[in-house]
């Protein structure tokens, strides 16, 4: 079978990767509560960006410029064909074009494609990508990297960066 052929591996955080992935959501939240309200600024894909970021900090997909630039430029695809309408035809046809174009770029972030999506159901403005999925990237990037650097026990981010390596296996 083909499932016993995967390797899974069970990794446990520090509590305080928990605490920060709570804060910058939390944020996030809160903006989008702000009764000068532009668009959505706290959406699904950011979970899974936070995510990516802390358990899978050293793949490509994880490392700034595909989560900032990928991200903002999905987001950008999704808006830009929502100016031609919305419903699920048009979101199916923003995450191809994202799925297309992203990758050749050096920007493949699946999240992105999921920021493409995001406008065109939902029916965000279109200063989407600019006011809420680009400074999310960039806090949630540079946040991460600053505590990579200077909090002991912090998964190694970015990629390359000298902060010891999170151990994803259980010591017994």
């Given at each position: ?46 979970g ?14 994880s ?11 999905g ?16 979101a199916?046809l ?73 151990s ?5």
């Amino acid at each position: 079978m083909w499932h016993h052929r995967l390797h899974y591996h069970r990794f446990q955080l520090p509590w305080f990767v928990y605490v920060w992935f709570f804060l910058i959501l939390g944020l996030f939240a809160a903006v989008d509560h702000l009764p000068w309200r532009v668009t959505a600024f706290l959406v699904p894909p950011f979970g899974a960006t936070l995510s990516l970021i802390v358990s899978l900090p050293q793949q490509h997909v994880s490392q700034p410029f595909p989560i900032i630039a990928g991200g903002t430029v999905g987001a950008g695809i999704g808006s830009l064909i929502a100016l031609w309408g919305h419903g699920p035809f048009l979101a199916a046809l923003a995450a191809l074009v994202a799925f297309v174009i992203l990758p050749p770029l050096g920007m493949y972030f699946p999240p992105a494609v999921a920021f493409a999506i995001f406008p065109v159901l939902i029916k965000t403005s279109p200063w989407f990508p600019f006011l809420s999925v680009f400074p999310f990237t960039v806090v949630a990037t540079g946040s991460s990297a600053l505590l990579s650097r200077y909090w002991k026990g912090w998964p190694s981010y970015p990629y390359g960066s000298h902060a010891e390596p999170l151990s994803t296996e259980k010591s017994l």
